[in-house]
């Protein structure tokens, strides 16, 4: 799995006598590893944390427990970016929020009891017949009622908020590493388990930061139910004697083992039967985000497939993706249902027992009304506390399943940081040029993430104004090439050197049309009010895009709207609104016929006269607006520059030609 820390190995063949406990020793040493990972800084301010080191288990694992030790640090690796939210770089509002959700938690524990005594007083009272104290019982419970409302609507404003800053705070931070040096481009060049990146972003990670806040409250407030209301039950229950074959046996807190021995059958029995849920929840979260990345897919390339007419194609593999998603759910229907079992019948069970129990005791005289009552509602509560695992283990399954996605994709980015950090596989330096050269290209190599080379040993040095057209058969590396000079491709050696302060534009084969106006997608990726409404007419009119002037606030689906040539026209409109120093173009022009094509040029090195052009084309009319030429050739290794010629007569200056294009080819320029 590239990219990330955790790389499991297979190896076959018998194991040694004792291999057993090895593993299980090189288990832990795997676990243990991984803790020591939870000392890296996380997250602060959006800001990336040095990744954890790579973990590389024990090759004697089997691969059963290769698996449940990667799944096990995916959930360390989601600590160590997620409790960040409560260093001294996370939220000021933290701690305080963190707080106030506990100490409200206490406070109405001290309220249930409050009215669990109150129940006991009522039901004497009413046995008893004493109106007075029927009367003011009744008067009492409304505050209680009111303030233990009032705090519980309080609890869920904090624990909310917890939530929702929690998430905010994290998903900063991730957006952020996403975001950095292309890494979200990068991620589609590297193996590793992150697909579906904007689902793990938003789905995954909202359900990641809100169940741990219920969680934690939810232990915490089953935790001082029990305690406070077992202390009720073995005061008022006390010991129950039965007798047995002449003989009496004395149960001494009976109610409370009662409720302990009921809880643990529900609990097991919720475990035994719901163990699947994690895998299920697991494969049910990624079918969900395949079918929705294949309807954003049909979405997005919707003009294609019409042209194509390849609705019938597009419906099959949707309806091949919304069938697993049915599967899935089905067996975690299945699921759903046994817990459901369990969690009814314990809650119908649960009022009942303690009423039965107590019943001899009632009966003999030995205990009120009022104390059944209040026995029934502590055990009830204590029950409640105890079953807590029952209600929730559903929810838990689903959160393990989620934060286990989300780490995978924060394991995924820390590979790249990694590598950016490491020169192991080699990276592509970036750098300013020394000899007033616009751009280049010193000794240049350009491999994929796994080190297979795709451009060898490039060297090429463009002069501030120069239109350069780089060449050459489909496969060969150009917009590899083209992209390692933007800087989007980090993989290779030697490096890249722009002139100070320069500015690099790009135009790629299909530019990008964001949402909104069309002011909007003519100024991006600057704000829409950078130029005026005049100044950005007057570009689209330069473009032949004059019909659209009237439309330039207007809101539309405009990357659905136009057509492949308008896009490329706008791209132009925006270049000539950018005016930068250097600009990329990786078949700019395809989608234009050969005469907008020669006039769209035209229009570029009329209004940029002083523009740098890397263009990338397979057109050989492109030449006649270029100053040079140069042309990569696939090869066996890696494809190599052969050719570097210019195509008008002019003064060469610091370029040598047969010093720094021909570098090891045994090609001489030629026209």
């Known amino acids: 799995m590239s990219g990330a820390e955790f790389k499991p190995k297979r190896v076959d063949g018998a194991k040694p006598r004792g291999a057993a406990k090895s593993r299980r020793k090189k288990a832990s040493t795997v676990e243990a590893a991984a803790g020591a990972d939870d000392q890296a800084a996380p997250e602060v301010d959006g800001q990336a944390a040095p990744p954890p080191d790579a973990i590389e288990p024990d090759p004697e694992l089997t691969p059963e427990e290769v698996e449940q030790a990667r799944k096990r640090y995916l959930l360390r690796r989601f600590w160590i970016s997620a409790r960040g939210y409560w260093s001294r770089g996370g939220d000021r509002f933290a701690w305080p929020l963190t707080i106030g959700v506990l100490l409200l938690i206490c406070i109405n524990i001290g309220f249930q009891y409050g009215i669990n005594v109150w129940n006991r007083s009522m039901f004497d009272a009413l ?184 609705e019938e194609e597009e419906r099959s593999g949707i309806d091949r993706n919304f069938g697993h998603v049915l599967r899935q759910w089905a067996l975690l229907t299945g699921q759903h249902m046994r817990t459901a079992a369990v969690s009814q019948g314990s809650s119908l069970f649960a009022p009942v027992v303690p009423i039965l129990l107590c019943a001899p005791k009632f009966l003999e005289g030995s205990m009120t009304l009022g104390e059944v009552m209040q026995a029934a509602s502590a055990f009830g509560i204590v029950q409640g506390a105890f079953g807590w695992l029952v209600d929730n283990y559903p929810r838990l399954a689903d959160w393990n399943a989620c934060a286990r996605r989300i780490a995978s994709l924060m394991m995924s980015l820390d590979g790249l940081e990694r590598a950016e950090q490491s020169d192991a596989l080699g990276r592509i330096q970036h750098g300013k040029t020394d000899d007033g050269a616009m751009l280049s290209l010193d000794n240049l190599s350009v491999t994929l993430d796994d080190g297979t080379a795709v451009v060898k040993e490039t060297e090429v040095a463009i002069e501030p104004g120069e239109r350069v057209l780089v060449a050459g058969e489909s496969g060969s590396g150009k917009s590899t090439l083209v992209r390692a000079v933007a800087g989007l491709w980090p993989w290779g050696g030697g490096g890249v050197n722009f002139h100070a302060g320069r500015r690099l534009f790009m135009l790629p084969q299909r530019p990008y049309i964001p949402s909104g106006t069309l002011r909007r997608a003519v100024a991006y990726p600057a704000a829409a009010n950078k130029w005026t409404i005049k100044q950005i007419k007057a570009a689209l009119d330069k473009v032949g895009l004059a019909y659209l002037a009237d439309r330039i606030k207007e809101e539309a689906p405009w990357d659905q709207t136009l057509s492949g040539g308008e896009k490329q026209r706008l791209a132009f409109a925006r270049l000539l609104l950018h005016r930068p120093d250097i600009v990329v173009l990786d078949e700019a022009t395809s989608a234009l016929d050969e005469k907008s094509q020669d006039k769209m040029m035209e229009t570029v090195i009329r209004e940029l006269p002083d523009v740098t052009i890397i263009s990338v084309a397979h057109r050989a009319e492109l030449e006649a607006f270029h100053s040079r030429k140069i042309t990569l050739e696939r090869r066996k290794g890696g494809a190599k520059l052969v050719s570097d010629i210019d195509l008008v007569q002019r003064r060469r200056s610091r370029r040598n030609l047969l010093g720094r294009a021909l570098w090891g080819s045994g090609a001489r320029n030629r026209r």
């Open 127 to 310: 046995e008893q017949r004493n109106a007075r104290s029927v009367y003011f019982l009744s008067a009492v419970f409304v505050p209680l009622v009111i303030c233990s409302g009032s705090l519980v609507v309080a609890q869920v404003y904090l624990r909310m908020t917890i939530q929702r800053r929690w998430r905010s705070w994290l998903t900063t931070a991730v957006i952020a590493r996403w975001l950095a040096g292309g890494r979200y481009y990068q991620l589609n060049l590297v193996g590793g388990d992150h697909k579906n990146p904007e689902a793990r972003m938003t789905e995954d990670l909202r359900i990641a930061t809100e169940s741990p806040v219920d969680f934690i409250a939810g232990v915490l407030n089953a935790f001082l139910s029990a305690s406070t209301f077992i202390v009720v039950l073995w005061t008022i229950g006390g010991a129950l004697t039965l007798p047995i074959g002449g003989e009496s046996i004395t149960i001494p807190g009976f109610l409370v083992i009662t409720a302990i021995i009921y809880a643990a059958i529900t609990s097991t029995s919720m475990v035994v039967i719901g163990r699947n849920f994690v895998q299920l929840s697991e494969r049910k979260n990624q079918a969900e985000a395949e079918l929705r990345y294949t309807l954003t897919r049909v979405r997005e390339n919707g003009e294609s497939i019409a042209l194509l007419g390849g």
